[in-house]
C-alpha cells in the first residue's frame, strides 16, 4: 500500500507544515500624523531609542522617538542607538533621515518608500533592499526600484535615505543540516526534500524503474494524487536546434 506523497500532507493542513508565527512588535510605517506635518513644511527631530529583532524579519527595526511619537522603522545600514534623525523638507542629506522624495537628490540611495502620501511605507522594505532617485521631473520623482523598474511617484511621498539592513543573509554559509532545517521550520516547510524519482513505486508518481527517469507530463485533469512535475506543461525535454 502507497503513501501520501508530500503535497498531500501539506494540502491536509497538521502542525508539521504550518508557520510557528510571527510575534509581531509593531507596524513599521511612517505615522500618519509624520506625513501630515512634513506636508505644512515642518521639520521634525527625533533619536534612535533602540534597535531591535523581529522573527520572521531579516532586516532589524528601528524605534524613533520624535516630539509627541513614537513608531518603527526598517533599520539602514549605519544606524546606532542615540543617534538623531532629522525628518522634513529641509532635513540633510545624511544616512537615516526622512525626507520627502522631492527634496532628495539624484543618484541617492534610498528605502522604505511610500507608494502615495500617507500610506507609511511600500517599497524597498527587505533586509539589503534600496531604490535610487534617478530624476526630478515636473510630473513627479523618478525612482528605480529593486525589481529593476522605473516608476514615477508623487513627490511627498516620504523615504529613508540609506539602504536596508541584514544583507546578506542568504551568503552566510549553513555548515550543517541542522540549521538549514530550523530555518525550513520557521517558515513551514519540510526539510530534507526527498527527489520523487529516488522513491520507490507506491510512495511517488515518479518512483520506482530500473532506469529512472524524469517525470511525465500531468494533464490539468488528473486526480490531486498524479499532480506532481509537470502539470498541464506544453512541451518538455531539450528544445531541438
Same mark, same amino acid.
Request: with cysteine; glycine share 12%.
Given at each position: 500500500m502507497g503513501v501520501r506523497i508530500l503535497v498531500q500532507r501539506r494540502g491536509r493542513g497538521s502542525p508539521t507544515f504550518r508557520s510557528p508565527g510571527w510575534r509581531k512588535i509593531a507596524p513599521a510605517r511612517y505615522p500618519g500624523e509624520l506625513a501630515a506635518l512634513v506636508a505644512k513644511g515642518k521639520t521634525i527631530k527625533g533619536?534612535?531609542?533602540?534597535?531591535?529583532?523581529?522573527?520572521?524579519?531579516?532586516? !532589524?527595526?528601528?524605534?524613533?522617538?520624535?516630539?509627541?511619537?513614537?513608531?518603527?522603522?526598517?533599520?539602514?545600514?549605519?544606524?546606532?542607538?542615540?543617534? *538623531?534623525?532629522?525628518?522634513?523638507?529641509?532635513?540633510?542629506?545624511?544616512?537615516?533621515?526622512?525626507? !520627502? =522624495?522631492?527634496?532628495?537628490?539624484?543618484?541617492?540611495?534610498?528605502?522604505?518608500?511610500?507608494?502615495?502620501?500617507?500610506?507609511?511605507?511600500?517599497?524597498?522594505?527587505?533586509?539589503?533592499?534600496?531604490?535610487?532617485? =534617478?530624476?526630478?521631473?515636473?510630473?513627479?520623482?523618478?525612482?528605480?526600484? !529593486?525589481?529593476?523598474?522605473?516608476?514615477?511617484?508623487?513627490?511627498?511621498?516620504?523615504?529613508?535615505?540609506?539602504?536596508?539592513?541584514?544583507?546578506?543573509?542568504? *551568503?552566510? !554559509?549553513?555548515?550543517?543540516?541542522?540549521?538549514?532545517?530550523?530555518?525550513?521550520?520557521a517558515f513551514g516547510r519540510k526539510y530534507p526534500k526527498v527527489r520523487g524519482k529516488a522513491m520507490y513505486a507506491a510512495a511517488h508518481p515518479h518512483g520506482g524503474g530500473a532506469h529512472p527517469t524524469g517525470g511525465r507530463p500531468v494533464k490539468k485533469t488528473a486526480p490531486p494524487g498524479q499532480k506532481v512535475g509537470f502539470i498541464g506543461s506544453r512541451r518538455t525535454g531539450r528544445r531541438k536546434r
Open positions: 533619536v534612535v531609542a533602540e534597535i531591535v529583532g523581529e522573527s520572521a524579519r531579516f532586516a !532589524p527595526l528601528v524605534r524613533i522617538k520624535a516630539e509627541n511619537m513614537e513608531f518603527y522603522l526598517p533599520s539602514v545600514e549605519g544606524l546606532i542607538q542615540g543617534q *538623531e534623525i532629522v525628518i522634513g523638507r529641509r532635513a540633510p542629506l545624511k544616512i537615516g533621515n526622512i525626507l !520627502p =522624495l522631492g527634496a532628495i537628490a539624484e543618484g541617492l540611495l534610498i528605502s522604505n518608500i511610500e507608494r502615495t502620501p500617507g500610506d507609511g511605507g511600500k517599497f524597498a522594505r527587505s533586509a539589503g533592499s534600496y531604490a535610487t532617485v =534617478l530624476a526630478q521631473t515636473d510630473a513627479g520623482t523618478i525612482v528605480h526600484l !529593486p525589481s529593476g523598474k522605473s516608476v514615477t511617484l508623487d513627490k511627498r511621498c516620504l523615504a529613508t535615505i540609506g539602504v536596508i539592513a541584514g544583507g546578506g543573509k542568504n *551568503e552566510k !554559509p549553513k555548515l550543517k543540516a541542522g540549521v538549514a532545517y530550523k530555518i525550513a521550520r
